[in-house]
């Protein structure tokens, strides 16, 4: 067979590069975040962004990130992705990656994730606006109770509270004579601000004499046992409006959501459970929803109104 000299010298050349074009390409490192954004900070060359730490922030439970931003402390949530970066580039330098506890560990966590994705969807998709509201109506026990909106100096002496009520008729402020004199340590320093309460929230003596008094109106002496009461009855309503519960049913709803997805899905399943250890036959064993797949709409108990224990 003709070979041409000239063919040969053109191809000899290319033929490392011909024989690595057909290696397969090295799987993909795991963990890589999209580096966008400005730079945070920079680990041994590599940046560290703020799409990276917003990534971070969308893991967390719902409310913690504007929590994390009210308190000021974006700082440490920064200090903490560039730890974990800091450690990522070790494991991957170290090769952990590709060691096969590595690869199991990386496998469960891509699964959970991937649960936790489709439960967070199927959820969002199902928290409307009418489903909140179907959630208030239902429990219009729990939401719908007459409640007070309250403010009181409490002081240990009926002379003490006769003196009061006196300033307060020439023209005294109530929240500025609340915040020196009263003795209540949670309310005192927010100007006897008790917020709204339901009547069984407080002690008897106080809640009968608050309840039965007008909106806008000032009574007092109260004895309780804890002293005596001057209250200021700001306002009064027959329960909880929608717009002020409104986040603590989503939080609620939502958990209950979860736990109906899941049970709706799992009858969608064919799982097959082996009836003796050992037992063939068996292709899919039965085992609880992934740890990972509720994670972010496990949010903090509903918070209630201010506290408004028996004023002491």
């Keep these: 067979m003709f070979r041409s000299p000239l063919l040969l010298s053109l191809l000899l050349p290319l033929l490392p590069v011909l024989l690595t074009a057909c290696d397969p390409p090295p799987p993909p490192v795991p963990g890589q975040l999209e580096r966008t954004g400005d730079v945070v900070s920079t680990v041994n060359g590599q940046a560290v962004t703020r799409g990276m730490v917003d990534a971070f922030i969308e893991q967390l439970p719902p409310g913690t990130a504007d929590k994390i931003k009210a308190q000021g402390q974006m700082a440490q949530v920064e200090d903490q992705v560039v730890i974990g970066e800091v450690l990522y580039q070790e494991a991957i330098k170290q090769k952990l990656h590709e060691t096969p506890e590595g690869k199991n560990a990386i496998a469960l966590a891509e699964r959970n994730a991937l649960a936790g994705q489709l439960v967070e969807k199927v959820v969002s998709e199902r928290t409307t606006d009418a489903a909140i509201q179907a959630f208030y109506d239902e429990h219009a026990v729990q939401y719908k109770r007459p409640q007070v909106k309250a403010r009181h100096i409490l002081v240990k002496e009926k002379g003490d509270a006769d003196a009061i009520v006196a300033q307060l008729k020439g023209g005294a402020d109530f929240a500025k004579l609340a915040t020196e004199k009263s003795l209540d340590p949670g309310s005192g320093k927010e100007g006897g601000d008790l917020?709204?309460?339901?009547?069984g929230r407080m002690v008897p003596e106080f809640a009968d004499a608050a309840f039965a008094a007008e909106k806008g109106s000032t009574i007092g002496p109260i004895q309780t046992k804890f002293g005596y009461h001057v209250i200021l009855v700001e306002?009064?309503?027959e329960g909880k409006p929608l717009d002020e519960v409104k986040d603590q049913i989503k939080?609620?709803?939502?958990?209950?959501?979860?736990?109906?997805?899941?049970?709706e899905i799992k009858k969608t399943a064919t799982i097959v459970a082996p009836t003796a250890p050992g037992a063939a036959g068996a292709s899919v064993t039965e085992s609880k929803p992934a740890p990972g797949a509720a994670v972010k709409l496990d949010g903090a108990p509903p918070a209630g109104d201010k506290p408004a224990a028996a004023p002491h």
């Design 195 to 199: 917020g709204w309460f339901e009547k």
């Design 251 to 263: 939080q609620q709803l939502q958990k209950d959501l979860v736990d109906k997805f899941i049970a």
């Design 235 to 237: 306002d009064k309503r």
